[in-house]
T-cell receptor, first 115, second 116 residues
Framework: AQTVTQSQPEMSVQEAETVTLSCTYD???????LFWYKQPPSRQMILVIR??????QNATENRFSVNFQKAAKSFSLKISDSQLGDTAMYFC????????????FGTGTRLQVTL | GAVVSQHPSRVICKSGTSVKIECRSL??????MFWYRQFPKQSLMLMAT?????????EQGVEKDKFLINHASLTLSTLTVTSAHPEDSSFYIC????????????FGPGTRLLVL
């Protein structure tokens, strides 16, 4: 079974600064996907970024980028130029790249962006 | 982008009654949908996988007779909480996996259930 660990329950960052959220996972699979989802106070889950395990290049989406270290089973999220609207719960998730696969979520990191 | 809706967004019911929650994929077909439960300040817990035209697959510890799932079309899955009790009060979230892009799940806005 896969496990996803987020060791930072809460983090705080000042507006315009950069913050990195940590995520590690454990799997015996070789072909899988990793995700970061954001859940703001509205509780709507929003996909932030996705990484395919077979790709060495780190995924980037505007101010959001990941540091994917496959051998270390690490998948951290970097948020640059933090904005107040980035305040949310962030969940790291794993999914095996097979049929009938499902997401395994970490416990989440609550990020607060301050003025 | 892909949109998933849930209805109702909030429901209050009396203990012993049944409540149905709908999950719709608005602009894509989804053979597979998922139902999650989320307690305050916790992560999402997968309850079951809903498959169009077949029986749902429930996670260990989830009572299939209490949480009835029906996936009658490629755009609609329903979760019925039968004989609801106060301990069933929670936030229920559905997600849909697009048939054309099965690596990504799109989430509904959630339904807050309060059982009195």
């Amino acid at each position: 079974a896969q496990t996803v660990t987020q060791s930072q329950p809460e983090m705080s960052v000042q507006e315009a600064e950069t913050v990195t959220l940590s995520c590690t996972y454990d799997t015996s699979e070789n072909n899988y996907y990793l995700f970061w989802y954001k859940q703001p106070p509205s509780r709507q889950m929003i996909l932030v970024i996705r990484q395919e395990a077979y790709k060495q290049q780190n995924a980037t989406e505007n101010r959001f980028s990941v540091n994917f270290q496959k051998a270390a089973k690490s998948f951290s999220l970097k948020i640059s130029d933090s904005q107040l609207g980035d305040t949310a719960m962030y969940f790291c998730a794993f999914m095996w790249a097979g049929t009938a696969s499902k997401l395994t979520f970490g416990t989440g990191t609550r990020l607060q962006v301050t003025l | 982008g892909a949109v998933v809706s849930q209805h109702p967004s909030r429901v209050i019911c009396k203990s012993g009654t049944s409540v149905k929650i709908e999950c719709r994929s608005l602009d894509f077909q989804a053979t597979t949908m998922f139902w999650y439960r989320q307690f305050p300040k916790q992560s999402l817990m997968l309850m079951a996988t809903s498959n169009e035209g077949s029986k749902a697959t429930y996670e260990q510890g989830v009572e299939k007779d209490k949480f009835l799932i029906n996936h009658a079309s490629l755009t609609l899955s329903t979760l019925t909480v039968t004989s609801a009790h106060p301990e069933d009060s929670s936030f229920y979230i559905c997600s849909a996996r697009a048939d054309s892009a099965q690596e990504t799940q799109y989430f509904g806005p959630g339904t807050r259930l309060l059982v009195l």
